[in-house]
């Protein structure tokens, strides 16, 4: 690379940065010309070149990063006194590179127009409405759980490998779309994660690579939350950024796929969320309600809780304050408390669309 073509890419970063963030005044453009215009083409071919792939290319393009950084640094560690100035360019470079490509590839569609406007739904909902919601979803779940289980008592145990829930989440989108066109999905390309080990320590379930569209999820997880894990992922896929959307938009997909374990998978995920808002908003309520649960599922939330509590470890507030920070660089201002704004969604499009029969 020539030093004026180096000049030229370090000079291009605060002209991207400018750019994006006019841009993000303007979601309406960005939903129509890239969130529903150029990121579709570029998503879907990118699920279709490594969707077939049975291990995750991210994962190894990460790898090799990371040696390559590891490497340069070691070549030139002993040399930053006489070269500091072209190590800091070329460290410069590589940044605004990664920073355009997040943005062309995927990052743009944390600016697109929020969910609720798309559609059209109420922002606000009453502690009423809430509370007769989650009754709702509760006894659904409970009748779920029973179906499953035939004892009220007993946990559910998802029977299928990875890779058959993994194709049986395109049932879920498929029925979804008929409804809400807008989520339409094709050309899967979910992996479980090689560093799967690496997500748990930073208490995260799965994640989508930016630079190749694969939806990963983490092997070590309960079995039983991959359904809704996995939707969630793939919302991501199909340019839903936002947490709280995509945390909607997955349990929708679970919920409108015939399978009885996905339904479960996607009630346990409102009953869990709502109960929480309820206990944000009425203690009596909550514990009014949380006695209305079946035993089988609040063994499936102690499964939960006890993975995540066997894994605690010093590091997990930094990986956890670092996504937070991340989120709010992103235009997700409440950074991780972003995911549970999923209720705000789920009892709104009840309104509009009855989720529960």
């Known amino acids: 690379m020539t030093k004026r073509t180096k ?28 969130s529903n215009g150029i990121y579709p083409y570029i998503s879907k071919t990118f699920r279709i070149v490594f969707g077939w792939i049975p291990f995750s290319i991210g994962d190894i393009f990460y790898t090799i990063a990371g040696i390559l950084i590891i490497r340069y640094i070691y070549k030139n560690y002993r040399l930053f006194r006489k070269e500091w100035k072209r190590i800091a360019l070329d460290t410069y470079i590589v940044i605004t590179i990664v920073y355009f490509a997040f943005h062309l590839l995927w990052g743009m569609n944390y600016y697109r127009l929020p969910l609720y406007k798309s559609l ?35 946990k559910v145990e998802i029977p299928y490998k ?40 930073m208490g995260f379930s799965g994640y989508l690579n930016p630079f190749t569209n694969e939806a990963q999820i983490n092997r070590k997880i309960p079995v039983y939350k991959f359904p809704v894990t996995a939707c969630h992922e793939q919302a991501h896929q199909i340019g839903y950024s936002a947490e709280n959307e995509a945390n909607f938009i997955g349990c929708m997909a679970a919920l409108y796929n015939e399978d009885i374990y996905f339904q479960y998978g996607a009630y346990n995920f409102m009953v869990w969320h709502c109960l929480k808002e309820v206990h944000n908003r009425d203690s009596k309520e909550y514990e009014r309600l949380q006695k209305t649960l079946n035993l089988g599922i609040q063994k ?3 499964e939960v809780r006890a993975f995540w509590n066997a894994h605690k470890n010093p590091l997990k507030p930094l990986f956890k304050y670092t996504f937070d920070q991340f989120l709010k660089a992103n235009n997700q201002s409440k950074g991780i408390l972003s995911y549970s704004y999923v209720v705000s969604l789920l009892v709104n499009y009840d309104k509009k669309y009855p989720i529960i029969p």
């Open 7 to 34: 000049l030229l890419i370090a000079l291009s970063f605060p002209v991207q940065f400018i750019l994006i963030k006019i841009l993000s005044y303007y979601p309406e453009f960005i939903e129509t010309y890239y």
């Open 120 to 154: 059209e739904l109420d922002r606000k909902y009453t502690t009423e409405e809430l509370v007769s919601f989650t009754e709702k979803v509760i006894a659904k779940a409970n009748t779920v759980q029973l179906q499953i289980t035939q004892n009220d008592t007993t």
């Open 162 to 201: 990875t890779s058959e829930i993994f194709t049986k989440t395109q049932a879920g989108y498929t029925n979804l779309s008929e409804q809400q066109p807008q989520f339409t999905f094709t050309h899967p390309s979910l992996k479980t994660s090689l560093y799967s080990r690496f997500l748990t320590i």
């Open 300 to 302: 499936n939330y102690d």
